[in-house]
C-alpha cells in the first residue's frame, strides 16, 4: 500500500494527474504500477488503477489477473471497479474511500446514479441504431471455433 500511496504523491508532483496510485501484486512481486495520468496524457480513462492493470497484463503476458491482488490508493471509481472485475484479480486493497475523494472534488456518485437509472432517464442520451450487420458479427464470434473466451 505504501508504494501506491507514494505513486499517488508522484503523480501530483509531476503534474500528471489526480492524486491517486496503485500497484497490482503477484506471488509477492509488484507486476504492475500506476499513477493517475488523465490531464498529462488527455485521456479520461488513464486513472491509477486501469494504468497499473494495462502494466501489468503486459508484464505477465495475460489478459487476466489471476492471484493477484490490488492495492489502490483510493476505493475504486466505478470505471475502474468495471475493469477490476474484467481483470479478476484475488483481492483489493485500498486506502482512502470514495466519500474522502468526493471531499477533494472527486465525486463519482453522479456516475452511481446514472449506471442504476433507466436508459431513457440518463443525462447522456443513449440511443440504439439496430443493425443486422452488427447482430452477424456476433453470430460470427458465437460460431468461431478457435477463439479464446473470457
Known amino acids: ?17 489526480g492524486p491517486f496510485g496503485c500497484v497490482i501484486v503477484k506471488d509477492d512481486r509488484i ?3 500506476g499513477n493517475n495520468r488523465v490531464t ?20 505477465l503476458e495475460t489478459f487476466q489477473l489471476d492471484d493477484c491482488e490490488i492495492y489502490t490508493s483510493c476505493e475504486p471509481c466505478p470505471m475502474c471497479l468495471g475493469a ?12 482512502n474511500t470514495r466519500n474522502d475523494a ?23 442520451p443513449l440511443v440504439r441504431l439496430p443493425q443486422q450487420a452488427a447482430k452477424d458479427v456476433f453470430d460470427v464470434w458465437n460460431n468461431k471455433q478457435d477463439k479464446t473466451a473470457y
Not at 498529462?40 to 508484464?59: F, G, L, M, W, Y
Not at 477490476?84 to 486506502?95: N, S, T
Open 1 to 17: 500500500m505504501q508504494e501506491a500511496i507514494e505513486l499517488s504523491l508522484k503523480g501530483i508532483e509531476h503534474n500528471e494527474g
Open 40 to 59: 498529462s496524457q488527455n485521456d479520461p480513462t488513464a486513472h491509477a488503477e486501469v494504468v497499473a492493470i494495462r502494466e501489468a497484463c503486459k508484464n
Open 102 to 124: 468526493a471531499d477533494i472534488g472527486f465525486d463519482d456518485s453522479f456516475i452511481y446514479e446514472e449506471i442504476s437509472a433507466d436508459i431513457e432517464h440518463r443525462k447522456i
Open 84 to 95: 477490476i472485475y474484467w481483470a479478476r484479480p484475488k483481492v483489493v486493497y485500498y486506502a
Open 31 to 33: 507486476v504492475g504500477r
